[in-house]
């Protein structure tokens, strides 16, 4: 009977932990009404400046009743239903919060930004990003929704406000790409990797294409940003209830799961996974703005760099041997 009160306190306290260290950033996130005040603030900037870039929408309100945004970001000459479309969800699970700061950052450069590049993309790509999808979770930096549900498990049954709202904007803004974007729990020390749905696991043969050329570009380019990320496909037969999964068997559509490590030291260096995010995104938008070749060919010379630089490394070693 000690023994296993022990073992019980034992547990008590390692799930403790592992609460704590979700929250060890808290102090430094946003919460829902910062981020409606920041997304308000930049409507009057976007507005004044004349760039007409920025929409910001209630899809539907939370259990406790907080607004779930729809951001949208595109060129105001441009009509978005002749545009890619990329639809990012953030936040489905509250205690991962490196999507939405990362979201909340992309969106401020690309309303802002006045460069050529900025504004041939937005000609090209219309990002829709749902920044905060569980407000009531993420405010109290837990995984579930207010009524306690997984909203990451309730795609097939559609049983949650949150899920229904956003699975009714998806619907309607009928996406080329969407990016599901997550991190692991605190105490899930595998490293940051990339999914989609493989042949396998009932998707059609051009997402499935299209959908691997795609990651092995956002592999790529992460890695040029000394970022190595591990890469699969779900290939099992597992209910498609997940984001990731159900959107490409019942929606036909490209999606990837993004998901970015906590544990460790990691839950400090936010700075770290909100930059995997933002360059995930963006590599999935400048592939859908035209710009593979581009991409495959930066990606090609670092790889060549590096390889040369191991190359170097390597004789130097040989060579210092040799003298002794």
């Excluded at 569980?134 to 909203?151: E, K, S």
């Excluded at 020390?189 to 499935?208: I, L, N, Q, W």
Aim: positive net charge.
């Amino acid at each position: 009977m000690k023994k296993h009160r022990l073992a019980r306190a034992t547990a008590f306290l390692a799930l403790a932990i592992i609460a704590s260290a979700a929250c060890a950033d808290k102090a430094r996130l946003t919460t829902h009404k910062e981020m409606m005040s920041r997304l308000a603030s930049l409507e009057v900037v976007d507005a004044v400046w004349g760039y007409g870039r920025l929409k910001v929408a209630s899809i539907g309100r939370s259990v406790n009743g907080k607004d779930i945004p729809l951001v949208t970001v595109s060129d105001p000459n441009v009509p978005v239903e002749s545009t890619k479309r990329l639809f990012v969800i953030c936040r489905q699970h509250g205690d991962e919060p490196a999507s939405t700061e990362a979201m909340l950052n992309l969106i401020e450069d690309l309303v802002l930004l006045a460069d050529e590049g900025t504004a041939d993309l937005l000609s090209k790509v219309s990002f829709l990003v749902v920044p905060m999808m569980n407000p009531d979770g993420a405010d109290r930096c837990v995984r579930r929704n207010a009524n306690g549900a997984d909203l990451n498990r309730d795609w097939l049954g559609l049983q949650q406000p949150e899920t229904r709202y956003v699975c009714a904007a998806i619907d309607a803004a009928a996406p080329d790409v969407i990016i599901d974007a997550h991190e692991l729990s605190p105490g899930n020390r595998r490293s940051d990797f990339v999914a989609t749905a493989g042949p396998a696991y009932g998707v059609s043969p051009e997402v499935a294409l299209e959908s691997g050329r795609m990651q092995r570009l956002v592999i790529g380019m992460l890695r040029t940003h000394d970022m190595e990320v591990r890469s699969y496909q779900v290939e099992d037969q597992h209910p498609a209830r997940l984001a990731h999964r159900y959107f490409p068997v019942y929606g036909n559509t490209t999606t990837f799961l993004f998901e970015t490590r906590q544990a460790g030291l990691r839950q400090y260096q936010l700075q770290y996974r909100m930059k995997l995010h933002i360059v995930g995104t963006m590599t999935v938008a400048k592939y859908l703005a035209g710009h593979e070749e581009e991409l495959a060919r930066r990606i090609a010379a670092y790889d060549a760099h590096r390889r040369w630089v191991q190359l170097a490394s390597r004789s130097k070693k040989s060579a210092a041997k040799r003298k002794q």
